[in-house]
């Protein structure tokens, strides 16, 4: 079996050992420059968010940062916006359409927000070519099944366009977080094309229940299993059969750039899961080049 990266040069030495193309990762932020200085500032003070220090490895410009994904060999990726209040997810989703209009390797993003505006800027997205939506139910603080979304989730569900959706209680607990909401969601929209971040973390086992259960639920593994998630959110090994069971639906995501750790460690964690070269394959190429149409 092949070895795991070493670091961030030694990435496409890896992907090319597994027989791939590159990498699809379905879990990278690109936001506008003051909105994302306001996220990194918010990582600066994780210690007293999380109980835990959060320092960005890749807090650096634009350009900087596209050039890194490209070395490492990620051939696809989003920009994933999010508001966290009402009157800014249209304005999101114009920037991430100008962003991805001249970068074929990005993944046109597009966001919402429980707003009555919401079913008519989300129509204009999808015209304008969004292939993937991202929600954060912790940050926006509210409910996935607030009646404003109704006719969101319904477009969404029979365009069957995937949507990224923040919805665990890690690292931090919200009003509207956890499986019960996102429950309730597929209850009325069973084929939502759904990518539970971060495995879900930490409610693990319910979410892969969840992916077991409605056949568009997919999992990404954003920050899953790293040495900086298992301190604070440990995974069940237990689990990890079902974990191997469900490779068809596991989705590589990173969380870059705002990670406290090297790209190369997010590889490195899923290889020592030791589930095998054909489930990380699945993972790391094969199912997002499926989910979004890409040619090796």
Known sequence: MSTPPVDDADVPRYWQALGLPGLVD???HFLPERVQAKVWEYFGAAGTHYGAEWPVTYALPDEERLAILDRLGVRAFPTLPYPHKPGMAAWLNE???GFAAARPQVLQSATFYPEPEAAGYVAAALDGGARVFKVHVQVGSFDPRDPLLDDVWARLEKTGTPVVIHCGSGPLAGEHTGPEPVTGLLERYPRLQLVIAHLGMPEYREFLDLAVRYERVHLDTTMFATDFTERLMPFDRADL??????RAKVLLGSDFPSIPYAYAHQL????RLELGEEWLRAVLWGNGARLFGLEA
């Open 241 to 246: 059969p079902r974990l191997s069971d469900l």
């Open 268 to 271: 490195e964690a899923l290889h």
């Open 26 to 28: 379905v879990h990278v």
């Open 95 to 97: 920037w991430s359409a």
